[in-house]
T-cell receptor
Framework: DVKVTQSSRYLVKRTGEKVFLECVQD?????MFWYRQDPGLGLRLIYF???????EKGDIPEGYSVSREKKERFSLILESASTNQTSMYLC?????????????FGAGTRLSVL | AQSVTQLDSQVPVFEEAPVELRCNYS??????LFWYVQYPNQGLQLLLK??????LVKGINGFEAEFNKSQTSFHLRKPSVHISDTAEYFC?????????????FGKGTKLSVIP
C-alpha cells in the first residue's frame, strides 16, 4: 500500500513564526502536492512538484513556499505564519504526469496560528 | 479551466435508505472524473474514477457513479447506506493530456447516516 505520512497531526504556532510541514511518501512517486482544506471551500491547491527541485504554484500560493530536495519528501513552509493560515493541510502524491493516476493523501495536519 | 459544483453541502439519510450525491462539472476539454471520501480526522481516499469506457463505474464500499456527458454530471449513488458511510465526499475532475497533474475539487458533501 502507498503510504503518505505527514509529520504532525496537530500544530499550534504563534503569529510570525516560521512553520515547516513535512510530508514523506514511500512509493517513489514523481508528483507531490500540498492542499489546504477549509470548511465550505473544499480542497485548494497551494503548490505541487513533479520532480526533485521542481515546483509549480497552485491556486493559492501566497504566503507559502515549498522545498523538494529528495524525491520522497515535500515540505510546505510558512515564512511568517498568520491567523488566516489556520487550516487543515493535506499532502498527496501520484505516480506520473498523467492526471488519471490516483492521488494518495496523508492524514492531514491541523494547524492553528494564534 | 475546470470547475466542479456539488449541489448539496449536507445530506442526511436514514440507515438502509438509498442516497445520491450530486456533482456537476464545467470544462472546455474532456476530463477524468473522481469521487473521494474523507472519514472524520482522516485524509482522502479514492472511492472510484471514470477514465473512459462504460459510463457506469463501480467503486469500493458498494458505491457507484454514472458519467453523463450531455449533462456534465457524475452523480454518486448507493442503494442502501450504513452508519459507517458517514463522511464527507468530494467530486474532482482533471483534464485529459500530458502535463495534467492537477485535480479540481468540489466543495464537498457531508453525508450523515441516521440510525
Amino acid at each position: 500500500d502507498v503510504k503518505v505520512t505527514q509529520s504532525s497531526r496537530y500544530l499550534v504556532k504563534r503569529t510570525g513564526e516560521k512553520v515547516f510541514l513535512e510530508c514523506v511518501q514511500d512509493m517513489d512517486h514523481e508528483n507531490m502536492f500540498w492542499y489546504r482544506q477549509d470548511p465550505g471551500l473544499g480542497l485548494r491547491l497551494i503548490y505541487f512538484s513533479y520532480d526533485v527541485k521542481m515546483k509549480e504554484k497552485g491556486d493559492i500560493p501566497e504566503g507559502y513556499s515549498v522545498s523538494r530536495e529528495k524525491k520522497e519528501r515535500f515540505s510546505l513552509i510558512l515564512e511568517s505564519a498568520s491567523t488566516n493560515q489556520t487550516s487543515m493541510y493535506l499532502c498527496a502524491s501520484s505516480l506520473s504526469e498523467l492526471a488519471k493516476n490516483i492521488q494518495y493523501f496523508g492524514a492531514g495536519t491541523r494547524l492553528s496560528v494564534l | 479551466a475546470q470547475s466542479v459544483t456539488q449541489l448539496d453541502s449536507q445530506v442526511p439519510v436514514f440507515e438502509e435508505a438509498p442516497v445520491e450525491l450530486r456533482c456537476n462539472y464545467s470544462s472546455s476539454v474532456s476530463v477524468y472524473l473522481f469521487w473521494y471520501v474523507q472519514y472524520p480526522n482522516q485524509g482522502l481516499q479514492l472511492l472510484l474514477k471514470y477514465l473512459s469506457g462504460s459510463t457506469l463505474v463501480k467503486g469500493i464500499n458498494g458505491f457507484e457513479a454514472e458519467f453523463n456527458k450531455s449533462q456534465t454530471s457524475f452523480h454518486l449513488r448507493k442503494p442502501s447506506v450504513h452508519i459507517s458511510d458517514t463522511a464527507e465526499y468530494f467530486c474532482a475532475v482533471s483534464p485529459y493530456g500530458a502535463g495534467s497533474y492537477q485535480l479540481t475539487f468540489g466543495k464537498g458533501t457531508k453525508l450523515s447516516v441516521i440510525p
